[in-house]
């Protein structure tokens, strides 16, 4: 039964956020269908149509590709992992990017074990996305300080940029699907971060003051099985 209503609440927003992708893809859809068809009639497509065409195909592709993070097309496979090492993983892979941006990341982790359940593309997706949040609030640098806390019931992740912040008003749409502050932002990151931290049982919230920063905090279930195992071995 429970099943059952888990699938049900799943094709609903599977739904949604279908007639979203539609509604998304179709405006480049349109332009390119447009210019194709002014060359079709006048042959008068100029260097700056087709470079307007190469942007909405790519925006396309950009929509479809963070769609496909949440497509799971092998069946998703939870190892055992430590939070720490994955977030090491995301940084050394961002941190050129950071460079690039006058931005340095701060981490500070607790000596305890960090281990979870995790779905290890997946959570990386997500660390990713929020690092690349963080490092677009940041136009002109700063210090991103990334925090991990491992406690026998919960891990606890923040993420603290020096950024623009949210107004307080624009705070309960961030997360909805397609909404962007961004010229060019998709408006898919939190939502899809969401939705993976949720398949991980884990909840992911978020505190901003405007020209201040902000700060993305997820609790996941920590892994208890071998520490008590040691535990009782010893
Ligand atoms: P995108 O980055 O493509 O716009 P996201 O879902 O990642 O989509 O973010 C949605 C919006 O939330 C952003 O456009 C931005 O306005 C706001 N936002 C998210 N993270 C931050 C942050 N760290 N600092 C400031 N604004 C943020
Ligand atoms: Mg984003």
């Known amino acids: 039964m429970e099943e059952l209503l888990r699938r049900s609440e799943k094709l609903t927003?599977?739904?949604?956020?279908?007639?979203?992708?539609?509604?998304?893809?179709r405006n480049p859809l349109t332009t390119l269908r447009g210019?194709?068809?002014?060359?079709?009639?006048?042959?008068?497509?100029?260097?700056?149509?087709?470079?307007?065409?190469?942007?909405?195909?790519?925006?396309?592709?950009?929509?479809v590709g963070e769609f496909l993070i949440l497509a799971k097309p092998q069946a998703t496979r939870f190892v055992t992992k430590d939070v720490r090492d994955v977030l090491q993983d995301v940084i050394a892979l961002m941190n050129s990017e950071a460079?690039?941006?006058?931005?340095?990341?701060?981490?500070?982790?607790t000596d305890d074990s960090c281990r979870i359940s995790c779905e290890?593309?997946?959570?990386?997706?997500?660390?990713?996305?929020?690092?690349?949040?963080?490092?677009?609030?940041?136009?002109s640098g700063g210090f991103i300080h990334i925090h991990i806390t491992c406690r026998r019931e919960h891990i606890s992740i923040s993420i603290t940029d020096e950024g623009e912040g949210i107004p307080d008003e624009i705070i309960p749409n961030i997360g909805d699907p397609f909404f962007t502050g961004k010229e060019t932002g998709t408006g898919l990151g939190i939502m899809v971060s969401q939705r993976i931290i949720n398949s991980h049982k884990g909840t992911m919230d978020i505190k901003s003051q405007v020209n201040v920063g902000t700060t993305v905090n997820i609790m996941l279930p920590a892994l208890k099985e071998s520490g008590e195992r040691e535990r009782l071995e010893a």
């Open 35 to 63: 210019f194709l068809q002014l060359q079709q009639e006048s042959k008068k497509l100029t260097l700056t149509h087709v470079s307007l065409m190469l942007s909405e195909l790519d925006r396309i592709n950009l929509i």
């Open 99 to 109: 460079i690039l941006h006058n931005i340095e990341f701060r981490v500070s982790f």
């Open 120 to 139: 290890e593309n997946q959570l990386k997706q997500v660390f990713i996305n929020l690092l690349k949040n963080a490092i677009e609030a940041m136009p």
């Open 13 to 25: 927003t599977v739904g949604q956020l279908a007639a979203g992708v539609a509604h998304e893809i």
